[in-house]
Every structure is written in structure tokens, then in C-alpha cells.
């Protein structure tokens, strides 16, 4: 396929507000995407990679703009493109801006179709970003910048906009992954449970989605949606429905090195969780980072632990093996079949007493010296979960059988306590002795439930007495004064808004609540500076915009309604208590979690 032919699809998209009628594009996209299904599946979400895969491009906007830049010739600065990124907004509409076509090079001797002459390929765009991926070292960002330059530089407007997007990993097309699925169970599924539809050309108003989906569509539906759950691979599971239907979709399995999403948990009491389900699984609540271990060996028997491969992902499936040296170790020693298990990582002192989860963070970051670090904070597994072992999914055995089978792997001490009452004195004194030994609070699980990937249901309840805090995304900040002059010392905070909707963080997906500044140390606002300057997408003076990714836990007195932050909300006397490492922007507190905080204040 032609990147033209995609853009132009993508551009359809965009202009469509409908979502029925978007899906219905994607569908239609997807059936004529022939061999590049697995990739156009990833584009129309801004990924290159699939979701599991942590690989990232490594380009900034700062790099972004450079290529830009040199791509619309010699008179454009990057100075020019972000002049120009402040009127508009969005790099997309900057790239398009440019006539980069009829520049220079292969384009101004390909067909006079603006640009587009001698056809890029989606094939050819996505080798060239893997490519640009996997280069590191000195020298990689000039690379970078000229494999950009060439893919620009044979671009028409409408391709160098989602280029650009697509480079950012926000598209801006209004198609989020539940659209993706829909599109997947449309395209290859749905058609056949519904019987043959021969006027399907005229259904393209999407009338034929407004009834109750038939009981089959539904079944396709969750088909699509258990495969997408399992493997976190759009494409794969998009070529699947395609090349072997159902039957292929419900054949998808975990697979030991691939990370699947983490099962997520509301807030609740003891009273909520009986009342609910009559008895509950109960469990500390270790106040650490949250790590799905992957260790592979040989099905079926017992191997002497040398075969045993180990990788560790944190709660946003990025490969932290390298920073967690121990936990790898601990599981290769322990560990002498395949297995997925599920756990918290947390820091302890000499005493194995449990240190503040920041202390974990610092490890997880680690990327240099991880021997010192290892030396200055000690850490210890807790596992509660297993979701596979020795060739066997688990996701679908309840809490109690996956906890059995978890304590059969590992030893005794890096497994979880689990007390299944029903009783509220029996777990308030198991509430009680878990605070007492330092950690953040009780866990209460259904004990029937089965594990649901990404999922915040009902079926885990966390309950921590300290004060709440929240999470939420940086979108700007302020450069500092005196001493403080070449740090960012004021950060701007949002919370997310797109709850529920696309899923995507597209267009306005943050709402400002407030501005935090206190709670820093010097040495923390170098650190911030460093982890934030790549992500300036405009300055104005003292004030920066940026790119939301980047979350902070902050501390707060109150939250008040205001009329100065575009939530209607601002935090009273907030206060930074550390970066989330583990969390992306899109795993922030919503606005609608604000809304329930401030109605229980
Ligand atoms: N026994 C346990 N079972 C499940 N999760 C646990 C357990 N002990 C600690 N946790 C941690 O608690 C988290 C559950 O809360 P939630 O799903 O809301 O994640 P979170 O947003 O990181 O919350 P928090 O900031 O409260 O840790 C898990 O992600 C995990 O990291």
C-alpha cells in the first residue's frame, strides 16, 4: 500500500466525527490492506511497534522539528517550524504546512504529484522507523535525523502530517483501540456470523450498526477483544481474524517474553468487598513497583535452571531486566518451567523493613552503575499472581487456584500472604498486622475472579488508610529564576480527560488542575529538567508546553473548585512527592477520579 493511500484514509478519519462511521472507515482500510495488514493495523494508532513491545523511536519533538526543518529546505530553521508550531498547535499541520516535495532530491524527478512522485510504501516507512529504532550510540541521532530528512523529503503534505504524527505516536484521527477492535471484528468476522450482505456498499452510514450486535457479532467481538488482551499485538490479531477466524483468534496464547497488561484495582473496604462477594482473598498491599516476571525453560520438566531465561516488565510492559539484575536472578534460580508471574518489586532496609516506594523508582530508572545501585537499595520480589505456568494459561482459573499454583513455583517468602475470609474482624486484624510491618495496606480480591488484563474492574479492591495522592501529567512548566535560572522549577499539572472516549489521549485529552513547585530539592529539579527539555513542544518566555508524558504523584491539602485551570478544579497547597516512573500519561487520574475525590472531601 502507498503511504499516500494511507494518509488520505487517515485524513478521511479525521475529518469524521462520528465514531460508528470512523470504525466503518478503519474496517473498509483494514480489507484492503493486503500484506501490510499487521502494520496499517499499528499506524491508524500512531505505533510502529506492537503495544507489548517497548522498542521506542527515540525522537523527540526537539528532533522532529530539526528534520522538519531540513527537509523544507535551506531557508526553514527549526527555530522557523516551531515558530509556526505555536500558531498551529500540532506538528502535523506545521508538516503540512511545508512543500517538501518539490524541494530537492528523488521527489523533483518522480511524477509532478506534488511530492508524493516516487511513492513511499507503508512498508518502506515502517523499515525505515525500525531501522532508525534500533540505532544507538554516537552518531545515532544524525541518523536518525537523516533517515527522517529522506522520508520527509519525498512526502506530500498530506503524508509529511502523519508522518509526523505517526512519528510522535499521536495520530489524531479519532481512532482509539476500541475502534481498532470493532474495525477487526467488522472487517474479517462480523460479516459472516451476520450472513452474507450484499448491499454492503450502502450500508457504509453505518445504519447497520445502530441495532444490538447479533449474539454471534458479540461472540466475534470478545473474540477479538480476549486475543488483543492476550497478546497486545494489534496487527498480529488483526491478520489472525483475517487468516483464521475465530477459531484462529481463540488459539492465541500468552507467550512467555511477551508482557500482558496488568490487572488493576479500585478503591475499597472490607464492608464493600463482603457485601459484594460474600468472602474475599485478602492480601498486603506492598508498597513497591508492580513487575510481571517472564521466565522461559522447558515445558514439562524439570531443567537444572541453566536453560532458564528471564525478563522482568514493569507495570507499562518496558523491559527492566537490566535494572533489576536480582529479581532475574531470583526467578532463574527458583524457577525450572516456563511461567508468567505477577508481583510487586519493593525496596527494603538491613532489617528488610520496607522503604518508601520512590526508593524503587531509582531503581527501575537505573540505567548506568546498576551494581552500585544494587549495593545502595535493596530489593525484594513479592509475587501474588501467576498467570501461566509449565505451557498452562491461567488467566481464567479464579484468584485462590493462580495464588496456589504461584506458591508452588516460588518460595515462601517472595509470595504474598493470602487470608480467604469472611469475616471483618479477621481482616481488619489482618489489615492491622500488614500496616504494622510497613506496608501501604490491605488488597481485597474476589476470590472467584478470573484475571482481566488492563482491567480496573471490581474484582480487586485496594485499601490504604494514608492520605490520598494523585497522579497527573505535566503539560508545561516555567523555567526558574536566580540560581535556579537553566532548571524548570514550576510544573504545570493536568489530569486526563479522555476517559472512556477514544482511549487514545488524542485531541484536548488533559484538563490543568494546578501548578506544583514545593516538595523539590535541588538535586530532584536537575533530575526533572533532564527527564523534561526533551519533551518542550513550545516556549513563550518563561513558559514551556510539553509534551504530556511524563506523571508526577503529587501531594494536596484540599481540591477546590476554580475558575483559573480549564478542569474547573485547582489543588490547594499541592506538593511533589515523586515522578511515576512506572505510569505514562495515559495512566494518570482521570478527571472524573478528581470529581469523586471532591465529592468525598
Ligand atoms: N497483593 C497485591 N496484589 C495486587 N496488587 C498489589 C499488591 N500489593 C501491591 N500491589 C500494587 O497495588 C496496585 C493496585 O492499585 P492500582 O491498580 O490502583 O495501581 P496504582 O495506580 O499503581 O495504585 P497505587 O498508586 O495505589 O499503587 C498494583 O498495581 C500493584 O502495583
Redesign the pocket.
Known amino acids: 500500500m502507498q503511504f499516500a493511500e494511507f494518509a488520505a484514509r487517515a485524513s478521511e478519519m479525521e475529518a469524521e466525527p462520528a465514531d460508528l462511521a470512523t470504525a466503518a472507515l478503519v474496517r473498509d482500510l483494514f480489507r484492503e490492506s493486503g500484506d501490510e495488514l499487521d502494520t496499517v493495523a499499528r499506524f491508524v494508532q500512531g505505533r510502529v511497534f506492537p503495544a507489548w513491545d517497548s522498542t521506542t523511536l527515540d525522537i523527540g519533538p526537539r528532533l522532529l522539528r530539526e528534520a522538519v526543518a531540513r527537509a523544507a529546505g535551506p531557508n526553514v530553521t527549526a527555530d522557523d517550524v516551531e515558530e509556526r508550531l505555536a500558531e498551529e498547535g500540532e506538528i502535523g499541520a506545521v508538516a503540512a504546512g511545508y512543500d517538501f516535495g518539490g524541494q530537492r532530491g528523488l521527489a523533483a524527478f518522480g511524477g509532478g504529484d506534488g511530492g508524493g512522485g516516487d511513492g513511499l510504501t507503508v512498508r518502506e516507512v515502517d523499515g525505515t522507523l525500525r531501522e532508525l529504532a534500533a540505532a544507538t550510540g554516537s552518531g545515532s541521532e544524525d541518523r536518525k535525523l537523516s533517515a527522517l530528512f529522506g522520508l520527509f523529503n519525498r512526502a506530500s503534505p498530506e503524508e509529511a502530517k502523519f508522518l509526523a504524527r505517526l512519528v510522535l505516536s499521536e495520530m489524531r484521527i479519532g481512532v482509539g483501540e476500541g475502534t481498532v477492535r470493532d474495525a477487526i471484528a467488522e472487517a474479517f468476522l462480523v460479516r459472516e456470523a451476520d450472513g452474507p450482505e450484499d448491499g454492503e456498499e450502502e450500508d457504509e452510514d453505518g445504519d447497520e450498526d445502530d441495532g444490538p450486535l447479533t449474539r454471534a457479532a458479540a461472540d466475534h467481538l470478545a473474540a477479538v477483544e480476549r486475543a488483543l488482551q492476550v497478546s497486545n499485538d494489534y496487527g498480529m490479531v488483526a491478520v489472525t481474524a483475517r487468516e483464521e477466524g475465530l477459531e484462529g483468534l481463540e488459539a492465541v496464547r500468552l507467550e512467555v517474553g511477551r508482557p500482558v497488561q ?6 475499597g473496604t472490607a464492608t464493600d468487598a463482603l457485601e459484594e462477594w460474600g468472602e474475599a482473598a485478602v ?8 513487575v510481571q516476571l517472564h521466565a522461559d525453560g522447558e515445558a514439562g520438566g524439570k531443567s537444572d535452571g541453566d536453560d532458564i531465561s528471564v525478563s522482568v516488565f514493569s ?1 507499562n510492559m518496558d523491559d527492566v531486566t537490566d535494572a533489576l539484575p536480582e529479581i532475574a536472578e531470583f526467578a532463574a534460580e527458583h524457577v525450572d518451567a516456563p511461567v508468567i508471574l ?3 518489586v519493593v525496596a527494603v532496609d538491613d532489617d528488610g523493613s520496607p522503604l518508601p ?1 520512590q526508593e524503587v523508582l531509582r531503581r527501575f530508572r537505573r540505567k548506568h552503575d546498576v551494581d552500585r545501585m544494587r549495593e545502595e537499595v535493596r530489593l525484594e520480589l ?1 509475587a ?2 501467576c498467570l501461566h505456568a509449565d505451557g498452562e494459561d491461567l488467566l481464567d482459573a479464579p484468584v485462590t487456584e493462580r495464588h496456589a499454583r504461584l506458591a508452588e513455583i516460588l518460595p515462601e517468602d517472595a509470595v ?1 500472604d493470602l487470608l480467604v475470609s469472611n469475616d471483618e474482624g479477621e481482616i481488619a486484624a489482618f489489615e492491622e498486622g500488614s500496616l504494622a510491618a510497613g ?2 495496606g490491605i ?1 481485597l ?1 474476589n476470590p472467584d475472579s478470573t484475571y482481566s488484563p488492563g482491567d ?1 474492574g471490581k474484582n ?1 479492591l ?1 485499601r ?1 488508610p494514608d492520605v490520598e ?1 494523585v ?1 497527573l501529567v505535566v503539560t508545561g512548566a516555567e523555567w526558574g529564576e536566580g540560581r535556579r535560572a537553566n532548571h524548570l522549577g514550576t510544573f504545570l499539572l493536568s489530569a486526563r480527560t479522555d476517559e472512556g472516549s477514544d482511549g487514545q489521549g488524542n485531541g484536548d485529552g488533559y484538563a490543568t488542575i494546578g501548578k506544583v513547585a514545593t516538595g523539590i530539592t535541588d538535586e530532584e529539579l536537575a533530575e526533572l529538567s533532564e527527564l523534561l527539555e526533551p519533551e518542550i513542544v513550545a516556549e513563550d518566555g518563561q513558559t514551556v508546553e510539553l509534551n504530556p508524558s511524563v506523571v508526577f ?1 503529587v501531594g494536596y491539602e484540599e481540591i477546590q473548585r476554580s475558575p483559573t485551570y480549564s478542569s474547573g478544579y485547582a489543588l490547594r497547597f499541592p506538593r511533589f512527592v515523586a515522578v ?1 516512573e ?2 505514562a500519561a495515559a ?1 494518570a487520574d482521570s478527571l472524573e477520579r478528581i470529581e469523586r475525590l471532591v465529592e468525598s472531601q
Do not use: P, V
Request: hydrophobic share 30%; charged share 55%.
Open positions: 496488568a490487572m488493576l484495582a479500585q478503591a492480601e498486603r498491599k506492598f508498597d513497591g513497583a508492580r507495570r505477577d508481583g510487586e516506594f513479592h501474588f499472581d504474598s506496608h501501604e488488597m480480591k480496573r480487586w485496594k490504604k495522592t497522579d504523584e511515576r512506572d505510569k495512566d
